[in-house]
């Protein structure tokens, strides 16, 4: 089952592409007190719509691989979430781990501490630590909504060097995404990076704009609501 409707996304080729909503949302559960039938049922919705992948904590991700196996739907897992303040070292045995129980996405909050304190070079040698010793498609989550112009700048500058390969906007945690910072993230990244929008995405007029701004995954854990709002307007 996939009822999405096409949207228009601007790339920075200045090309149109004609892009299913339903092909770029990760389909996200990250409750504290999420039990295994909502995960099952995360994972069964995810698929029937169509969905590119799961986000949830790494506690789940055996389950959602065993729930995903030879499906399309990418298993994503948080990293150092929400904070990002856990150690080096924790935040690559957190990944490794994941990886270990079948992750192939990793959603890697950065260290804000570090960004603010000008102290790049660590920042840069975490996310590069990460994406060499793990293998899989790393995902800086840099939470937009608690840095400054310069910073955001700054802080998706150090990840491209790091080799990551998409720029997120936030957790959620601290206010959601929005067109301006997608736009912003986009002109950095140009088409070297995925960017994902994250936070606060519950329509799909908000889901579009965010699209035509550059996005091309869309966090969420109001997919199906989504595809249903679409349905209704036709």
């Known amino acids: ?3 999405s409707r096409t949207a228009t996304a601007s790339g920075t080729s200045g090309a149109a592409l004609e892009i299913e909503i339903a092909s770029l949302i990760e389909h ?3 409750a504290p007190a999420a039990v295994s039938a909502q995960i099952r049922q995360l994972c069964e919705e995810a698929d029937r719509y169509g969905f590119a992948a799961v ?3 790494p506690v789940h991700v055996p389950l959602a691989v065993e729930q995903l196996h030879n499906k399309r739907v990418q298993v994503c897992t948080v990293i150092g979430f929400p904070s990002g303040a856990t150690t ?3 935040k690559l045995y957190e990944a490794q781990d994941a990886v270990e129980n079948g992750a192939n996405e990793l959603d890697v909050v950065i260290n804000l501490g570090w960004l603010k304190m000008g102290e790049t070079n660590r920042l840069h040698d975490e996310m590069a630590a990460i994406v060499e010793l793990t293998g899989q498609p790393v995902k800086a989550i840099l939470e937009m909504a608690l840095l ?3 910073e955001k700048r700054l ?3 150090v990840c491209l060097d790091a080799g990551v390969a998409y720029l997120k906007t936030s957790t959620g945690w601290q206010g959601g995404a929005t067109v301006e910072d ?4 986009r002109q950095i ?9 994250a936070g606060g995405i519950r329509t799909p007029e908000q889901a579009q704009a965010l699209i035509e701004a550059g996005a091309s995954r869309l966090g969420t854990s109001r997919g199906p609501e989504i595809l249903k709002l679409q349905a209704a307007d036709e």
């Open 148 to 150: 400054t112009a310069a």
């Open 55 to 57: 986000c949830i904590y």
């Open 28 to 30: 996200t559960l990250l």
């Open 189 to 197: 990244g140009g088409d070297r990076i995925g960017i994902k929008a």
């Open 1 to 3: 089952m996939n009822n």
């Open 88 to 90: 080096a070292k924790v």
């Open 182 to 185: 997608v736009k912003l993230l």
């Open 155 to 157: 802080a998706a500058e």
